[in-house]
C-alpha cells in the first residue's frame, strides 16, 4: 500500500525558510519521480518540483532559486527546502508520485508577519 506523509509546514514570516518532508512507503522510492505541488486557497493546484528517478530537477518559474526538492532514497524521504519565503508562496503542499497518482494530505505552509 502506497503511503505520503508530509510534515514541516508551519507560519513563517516573509523571507524566513522551512523544510518540507514526506515520508515515503510502500514501493521503491528509490526509483520513482516525485513531486511537490500546492494549492493557494481560490486557486488551481499547481507544480511546484519535480525530481526525477535519475535526479534531474524541474521547478515552476515562480519558485528557482529559492527551493529545491531532493529525495533521500536511504530513508525513503523527499524534502523540499523553501529559502526567501514570500506570502504568495501560502498554500498547502502536496507530496505526490511523479506520475500524480499517489498524493499525501499535505502540509499547511503560511508566510505572514
Known amino acids: 500500500q502506497v503511503r505520503l506523509v508530509e510534515s514541516g509546514g508551519g507560519l513563517v514570516q516573509p523571507g524566513g525558510s522551512l523544510r518540507l518532508s514526506c515520508a515515503a512507503s510502500?514501493?521503491?522510492?528509490?526509483?520513482?519521480?516525485m513531486g511537490w505541488s500546492r494549492q493557494a486557497p481560490g486557486k488551481q493546484r499547481e507544480l511546484v518540483a519535480h525530481i526525477s528517478s535519475d535526479g534531474r530537477t524541474n521547478y515552476t518559474d515562480s519558485v528557482k532559486g529559492r527551493f529545491a526538492i531532493s529525495k533521500d532514497w536511504a530513508w525513503n524521504r523527499l524534502y523540499l527546502e523553501m529559502n526567501s519565503l514570500k506570502p504568495e508562496d501560502t498554500a498547502i503542499y502536496y507530496c505526490h508520485t511523479g506520475n500524480s497518482r499517489y498524493w499525501g494530505r499535505g502540509t499547511q505552509v503560511t508566510i505572514s508577519s
Open positions: 510502500g514501493f521503491t522510492f528509490k526509483y520513482a519521480s
